[in-house]
């Protein structure tokens, strides 16, 4: 059951698009005051938030195949990667395009990134590019084009994607913000047992 | 006062004799009056007189309503930084409101002064004679703001109680201490207590400002309930809430976002738009509650008080003291 609803498209796409209506919701229910307050800023940091989930998300499909080699939903999962990855990249240019009708356009991003340059904020547009560059690329034609080895080369820069965006998400904050653990934790702890797991298997026996 | 130059919040023809909250509902108006006598004993349990000390202000012909529109209360009291009660700025209207008490409530003067003295807050603002409105601009150092109409005194006034002593430089702020009420200060986000720090001369100045009402009404704790400093030609993070001590020292007091992130955040904090904060510009705002996309503004030099602050900083190098 669980594993049909995984392997459907259609359930995955819905679960994409729910971050994002989300938004809407309290507009309608509760009442929340930072809705009303600064509702672009709250609006931008939400559409942040859910790339950097969908990004960490996204990267522990592979490991959690290599590590369950026989289990059926890691299997499922690795049937989306194309498509997560794709909705991270969506939430990132929404994030991106509130964030410029929020705090003053094109003038404040180059004035933040390149005249009085700010490290959190090259950060993000660091990983903004390489996620623009691996949404382009993972095009079917573009990806026939160029070739299995040239394409898997260009999407390793995915990891140095996901970094940069923890790193961009630790220092919007004032202090440190303990969900970037949760939300990157899980990755990191996967990607350690993965490398273990590699290591043991390349050895001898 | 002899010749006086027009403030910059009194510089349009707005003033008028009605009230200036912008059609604030009649309601409010009948508790800000009568804090409807009986509804008030019931609200607040044997704290009556404590609650409603000083109000409502008395109006101060030198401060008259200006053109400058309050943010909505919902906002001013709904959407704030108050760190000891965590760190989301919907967290204080809930966590600070969970049973912290706030009244009675002591404040110390000590230190370099010639009348060191406790006050019960009610007290001391009989002593000083009451209480006045004044709106004023409100710059948070992550670059938005606010218009508050305070009600509190000059702190002026409380310098004058004190009675400095000649070596007394500075006037170092210590907010309190409550692990058991504040959420923030068992988590421990920050070093309590809060503390910060004025130079004397800035604390002299016509415009610093002890607050202990908004909207014509006593400061929800939230707010900093209930007394705090308004420095509004200074980031809101200099304003510190819920005063218990005010100690008159020769050196210069540490503050506690400079103690967390000096890079980051100074002792001065005056509002500049030409300095940047290391992550972010400071050349211009948002403006809370201005709707979706028209609540942008460029901020002003000193928050707009160029006038009244600038001669505090006369060869003082701005961009090293931030
Ligand atoms: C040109 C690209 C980008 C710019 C200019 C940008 C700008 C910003 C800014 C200014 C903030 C801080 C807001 C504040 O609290 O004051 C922020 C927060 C954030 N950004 Fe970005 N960003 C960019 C790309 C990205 C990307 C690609 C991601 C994710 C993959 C991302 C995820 C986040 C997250 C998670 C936060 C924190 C939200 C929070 O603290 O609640 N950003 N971004």
């Given at each position: 059951?669980?594993?049909?609803?995984?392997?459907?498209?259609?359930?995955?796409?819905?679960?994409?698009?729910?971050?994002?209506?989300w938004l809407a919701w309290?507009?309608?229910?509760?009442?929340?005051?930072?809705?009303?307050?600064?509702?672009?800023?709250?609006?931008?940091?939400?559409?942040?938030?859910?790339?950097?989930?969908?990004?960490?998300?996204?990267?522990?499909?592979?490991?959690?195949?290599?590590?369950?080699?026989?289990?059926?939903?890691?299997?499922?999962?690795?049937?989306?990667?194309?498509?997560?990855?794709?909705?991270?990249?969506?939430?990132?240019?929404?994030?991106?395009?509130?964030?410029?009708?929020?705090?003053?356009?094109?003038?404040?991003?180059?004035?933040?990134?390149?005249?009085?340059?700010?490290?959190?904020?090259?950060?993000?547009?660091?990983?903004?590019?390489?996620?623009?560059?691996?949404?382009?690329?993972?095009?079917?034609?573009?990806?026939?084009?160029?070739?299995?080895?040239?394409?898997?080369?260009?999407?390793?820069?995915?990891?140095?994607?996901?970094?940069?965006?923890?790193?961009?998400?630790?220092?919007?904050?004032?202090?440190?913000?303990?969900?970037?653990?949760?939300?990157?934790?899980?990755?990191?702890?996967?990607?350690?047992?993965?490398?273990?797991?590699?290591?043991?298997?390349?050895?001898?026996? | 006062?002899?010749?006086?130059?027009?403030?910059?919040?009194?510089?349009?023809?707005?003033?008028?004799?009605?009230?200036?909250?912008?059609?604030?509902?009649?309601?409010?108006?009948?508790?800000?009056?009568?804090?409807?006598?009986?509804?008030?004993?019931?609200?607040?349990?044997?704290?009556?007189?404590?609650?409603?000390?000083?109000?409502?202000?008395?109006?101060?012909?030198?401060?008259?309503?200006?053109?400058?529109?309050?943010?909505?209360?919902?906002?001013?009291?709904?959407?704030?930084?108050?760190?000891?009660?965590?760190?989301?700025?919907?967290?204080?209207?809930?966590?600070?409101?969970?049973?912290?008490?706030?009244?009675?409530?002591?404040?110390?003067?000590?230190?370099?002064?010639?009348?060191?003295?406790?006050?019960?807050?009610?007290?001391?603002?009989?002593?000083?004679?009451?209480?006045?409105?004044?709106?004023?601009?409100?710059?948070?150092?992550?670059?938005?703001?606010?218009?508050?109409?305070?009600?509190?005194?000059?702190?002026?006034?409380?310098?004058?109680?004190?009675?400095?002593?000649?070596?007394?430089?500075?006037?170092?702020?210590?907010?309190?201490?409550?692990?058991?009420?504040?959420?923030?200060?068992?988590?421990?986000n920050l070093d309590y207590?809060?503390?910060?720090?004025?130079?004397?001369?800035?604390?002299?100045?016509?415009?610093?400002?002890?607050?202990?009402?908004?909207?014509?009404?006593?400061?929800?704790?939230?707010?900093?309930?209930?007394?705090?400093?308004?420095?509004?030609?200074?980031?809101?993070?200099?304003?510190?809430?819920?005063?218990?001590?005010?100690?008159?020292?020769?050196t210069q007091p540490k503050?506690?976002?400079?103690?967390?992130?000096?890079?980051?955040?100074?002792?001065?904090?005056?509002?500049?738009?030409?300095?940047?904060?290391?992550?972010?510009?400071?050349?211009?705002?948002?403006?809370?509650?201005?709707?979706?996309?028209?609540?942008?503004?460029?901020?002003?030099?000193?928050?707009?008080?160029?006038?009244?602050?600038?001669?505090?900083?006369?060869?003082?190098?701005?961009?090293?003291?931030?």
């Amino acid at each position: 059951m669980l594993e049909k609803l995984l392997r459907s498209k259609i359930f995955i796409w819905t679960l994409l698009v729910l971050p994002g209506l989300w938004l809407a919701w309290p507009l309608f229910v509760t009442h929340r005051p930072a809705l009303g307050a600064d509702p672009l800023k709250f609006i931008y940091l939400h559409f942040g938030f859910v790339a950097c989930v969908l990004l960490a998300i996204v990267l522990t499909f592979t490991p959690l195949r290599v590590l369950f080699p026989k289990s059926k939903l890691a299997l499922a999962l690795n049937r989306h990667r194309r498509l997560v990855g794709v909705a991270s990249f969506a939430y990132a240019l929404l994030h991106l395009t509130a964030y410029l009708l929020h705090e003053g356009g094109f003038r404040t991003l180059l004035h933040d990134a390149f005249e009085k340059p700010k490290l959190f904020i090259l950060a993000g547009l660091a990983t903004f590019t390489i996620l623009l560059v691996l949404a382009v690329t993972s095009l079917h034609a573009l990806v026939r084009w160029m070739g299995g080895k040239r394409w898997k080369n260009l999407h390793r820069l995915v990891y140095l994607a996901a970094a940069l965006a923890a790193y961009h998400q630790i220092y919007a904050r004032k202090l440190f913000p303990v969900q970037v653990l949760w939300i990157f934790g899980p990755l990191a702890l996967l990607e350690v047992a993965r490398i273990l797991r590699q290591r043991s298997k390349a050895r001898p026996a | 006062m002899l010749i006086r130059t027009p403030k910059d919040w009194e510089t349009s023809a707005a003033v008028t004799t009605e009230s200036h909250y912008h059609a604030r509902p009649r309601r409010e108006f009948l508790r800000t009056l009568g804090v409807g006598l009986a509804g008030a004993a019931l609200l607040r349990p044997g704290s009556l007189f404590a609650a409603t000390a000083g109000f409502p202000p008395k109006p101060n012909p030198l401060y008259p309503a200006s053109a400058l529109k309050p943010t909505a209360e919902e906002y001013v009291t709904g959407y704030n930084n108050f760190y000891e009660f965590g760190t989301d700025k919907e967290d204080p209207k809930v966590q600070a409101n969970k049973g912290w008490k706030t009244d009675p409530w002591t404040i110390e003067l000590k230190g370099l002064v010639n009348h060191p003295a406790k006050f019960d807050v009610n007290e001391l603002i009989k002593k000083i004679g009451g209480i006045e409105e004044r709106i004023y601009r409100f710059r948070c150092v992550e670059a938005w703001s606010m218009v508050i109409p305070w009600d509190g005194f000059a702190l002026a006034k409380l310098v004058a109680l004190a009675d400095p002593k000649p070596e007394a430089k500075y006037l170092k702020f210590t907010s309190f201490q409550d692990p058991k009420s504040a959420i923030g200060q068992r988590e421990g986000n920050l070093d309590y207590p809060y503390v910060e720090g004025l130079r004397i001369d800035e604390a002299m100045n016509e415009l610093a400002f002890l607050a202990t009402g908004i909207f014509g009404k006593p400061l929800p704790n939230q707010n900093g309930s209930p007394i705090r400093l308004v420095t509004p030609w200074k980031y809101g993070f200099k304003n510190i809430k819920s005063i218990v001590t005010v100690e008159f020292t020769a050196t210069q007091p540490k503050n506690t976002w400079n103690i967390m992130a000096a890079n980051e955040y100074g002792f001065y904090a005056n509002v500049n738009p030409k300095v940047d904060h290391p992550r972010w510009s400071q050349a211009s705002e948002r403006i809370i509650g201005g709707g979706f996309l028209s609540g942008r503004q460029d901020t002003l030099m000193f928050n707009g008080y160029e006038k009244q602050v600038a001669a505090l900083y006369q060869g003082l190098d701005l961009k090293k003291n931030y």
